[in-house]
């Protein structure tokens, strides 16, 4: 199968998620990504340590399908090899504050002074207008400012959820953006920015709830994991764990009532619509609730399998790495690297396509894997690869 990338060079300047996940997506749709690291190794590469050497989780999910280097690009040596890097490039991704972009040389006039038709993807915490713009952030800030923060809570603490959603889903937006700009270069022949921004991921995701807020002045507040525009939907405890249930919809409820074997919610008129069962979603989740406390998870779940309402149990990590169907679908792809006890199950790009490979090829580069190799391929002689790492540029 072949790369629906390839040929294209990425250049990827990010740190943490947003930005080199990007990456990371189109390594593994065939593009060539190069990581560029400083001297002494990302903060990203040392996240959740899993080796000898503290390489971490976060490194295999961000890094893998990339070269790798190290750059010094705040020295007039490291600004040079930029230069030649960008001119091998059709996209530089950053997810770095502006003034930082421009003290290195990556703000995009810089840029398409050196390579007309560069491709800019600029993810950032809150874009570049508005009175955030200069601001940092985090995923969990995206949360916390989105409402979606609130809306997780139980009314009197809010919630964070464990995983960082709004970084992912910023590498996702920005890998779609870029591949946008790819197609618009290739008609056209322009390069141009492809911002994008924790904020506005968050926003999107968070916007229905803003639309009803807006429309209706309703002022909600958290139930948890109880939904207020359906039901039953929440989580309930079983003899021996816990199962989420969600029903949506009257022919969901109507699965429910049979599963109850008591027609009378039918007929009640606070239980008509999905909006009417969200409201009241406190007296069908109590009901629902009595029923799983009475079974295991296992018999919950094969009961409710059979009327075919949507459920499924609540796993730990652990459960999850045991589960048939993760292995089945082959969502986790075992990567060997250098100072790993055992390898490493990585979550594999979950789009597959009948014509493309788009699987995880190759692991993350130890720190400065590739330097010399790229250094030669830019024309530095051995010598002079020497010269600049007594520099410490490299």
């Known amino acids: 199968m072949s790369g629906v990338l390839s040929g294209i060079r990425v250049l990827d300047f990010g740190r943490y998620i947003a930005g080199p996940y990007c990456a990371t997506i189109m390594g593994q749709l065939g593009a060539e990504v190069i990581r560029i690291e400083k001297l002494a190794g990302s903060e990203d590469r040392y996240m959740t340590p899993l080796t000898e050497n503290g390489e971490g989780g976060l490194l295999f999910q961000i890094a893998h399908d990339k070269m790798g280097m190290t750059l010094n690009p705040m020295k007039p040596e490291g600004r040079e090899i930029v230069e030649r890097l960008v001119k091998t490039a059709d996209v530089v991704v950053a997810n770095l504050p502006v003034d930082t972009l421009e003290t290195m040389g990556l703000d995009y006039e810089s840029l398409k002074a050196i390579k007309e038709d560069i491709i800019l993807t600029h993810p950032s915490a809150f874009g570049d207008v508005g009175p955030y713009a200069n601001k940092v952030g985090f995923d969990g800030i995206g949360q916390a400012m989105s409402g979606a923060m609130y809306m997780s809570g139980d009314g009197h603490e809010p919630r964070k959820l464990y995983g960082p959603w709004v970084d992912f889903s910023t590498a996702m937006i920005s890998c779609i953006g870029t591949l946008a700009a790819l197609m618009h270069r290739d008609a056209t022949g322009e390069g141009q920015v492809v911002g994008t921004s924790l904020f ?66 039918l007929e009640d008129p ?125």
């Open 270 to 394: 606070r239980f008509e619509t999905d909006q009417d069962r969200g409201d009241n979603n406190e007296i069908l989740s109590e009901r629902m609730a009595k029923w799983c406390i009475e079974r295991t998870t296992e018999e919950a779940l094969e009961q409710m399998a059979a009327v075919r309402l949507p459920c499924g149990p609540v796993l730990s990590p652990q459960q999850v790495l045991e589960d048939p169907h993760l292995k089945a679908m082959g969502l986790l792809k075992e990567i060997d690297y250098p100072n790993a006890d055992k390898p490493i199950p990585v979550a594999d790009f979950p789009v597959k396509m009948s014509k493309s490979d788009t699987s995880i090829k190759k692991r993350p580069p130890t720190l400065g894997e590739h330097t010399d190799e790229l250094m030669e391929s830019l024309g530095y002689s051995k010598d002079e690869i020497t010269a600049l790492k007594e520099k410490r540029v490299i």
């Open 200 to 265: 506005g991921s968050s926003i999107l995701i968070s916007g229905v709830t803003l639309m009803e807020q807006a429309m209706l002045d309703l002022n909600r507040v958290g139930t948890s994991n109880r939904a207020q525009g359906a039901g039953p939907a929440d989580t309930f405890q079983t003899k021996d764990g816990w199962v989420l249930v969600q029903s949506i919809g009257r022919p969901l409820f109507e699965r429910w009532v049979k599963l109850m074997g008591e027609d009378h919610w």
